[in-house]
Antibody, heavy 120, light 112 residues
Framework: EVQLVESGGGLVKPGGSLRLSCEVSGFTFSNAWMTWVRQAPGKGLEWVGRIKRKIDGETTDYAAPVKGRFTISRDDSKDTLYLQMNSLKTEDTAVYYC???????????WGQGTLVTVSS | DIVMTQTPLSSPVTLGQPASISCRSSQSLVNGDGNTYLNWLQQRPGQPPRLLIYKISNRFSGVPDRFSGSGAGTDFTLKISRVEAEDVGVYYCMQGTQLPQTFGQGTRVEIK
């Protein structure tokens, strides 16, 4: 069974930083493209960015609102995905979901999410 | 960016009756590889989203066959043949053809 467990969320002041983690089990992590999606309270879903697997260059893509502030990385030896968030804004407040593509789509399995609150 | 527009935004349904959600994209979702990367997601109350349908009409693992997807180009439909209580939630269409990947606003399915 594929499982994704996010951690690292919390309350941070505007301008601050936070690093989210997502540990994957039940699938060969190094074979997967990984994505972050967020959902502001009571709102819809927003794609944040993704990272391809190593054999595809481990390249990253980002949504315009986070480009230059957020960085996605992965550690295949730890089966873990990261989201480094800098220069946080109040509008970054959301539940952040880690998503794995195991071959059918890029959105095959979702984690439970971790809440990030940016507030003074 | 490709804009995904869902209708209706709310769908009150009687148990056992069908439900249908439409999704329209602002441009064709046919990718250069010939595939159409249109997915449907379900988000039950208090839960993360889960994948229901990928590439227009393929049911994901464990998804009941009362769910079906259809469409082509810019117009797509999710149908639930007979709504059950566990189907209550918000349904999203989304496109993975072009970056940034974008989602519809969501359609809330509730029981009358």
């Amino acid at each position: 069974e594929v499982q994704l467990v996010e951690s690292g969320g919390g309350l941070v002041k505007p301008g601050g930083s936070l690093r989210l983690s997502c540990e994957v089990s039940g699938f060969t992590f190094s074979n997967a493209w990984m994505t972050w999606v967020r959902q502001a309270p009571g709102k819809g879903l927003e794609w944040v960015g993704r990272i391809k697997r190593k054999i595809d260059g481990e390249t990253t893509d980002y949504a315009a609102p986070v480009k230059g502030r957020f960085t996605i990385s992965r550690d295949d030896s730890k089966d873990t995905l990261y989201l480094q968030m800098n220069s946080l804004k109040t509008e970054d407040t959301a539940v952040y979901y880690c998503v794995i593509g195991v071959g059918l789509s890029e959105f095959d399995y979702w984690g439970q999410g971790t809440l990030v609150t940016v507030s003074s | 960016d490709i804009v995904m527009t869902q209708t209706p935004l709310s769908s009150p349904v009687t148990l056992g009756q069908p439900a249908s959600i439409s999704c329209r994209s602002s441009q064709s979702l046919v990718n250069g590889d010939g595939n159409t990367y249109l997915n449907w997601l379900q988000q039950r109350p208090g839960q993360p989203p889960r994948l229901l349908i990928y590439k227009i009409s393929n049911r994901f693992s464990g998804v009941p066959d009362r769910f079906s997807g259809s469409g082509a180009g810019t117009d797509f439909t999710l149908k639930i043949s007979r709504v059950e209580a566990e189907d209550v939630g918000v349904y999203y269409c989304m496109q993975g053809t072009q970056l940034p990947q974008t989602f519809g606003q969501g359609t809330r399915v509730e029981i009358k």
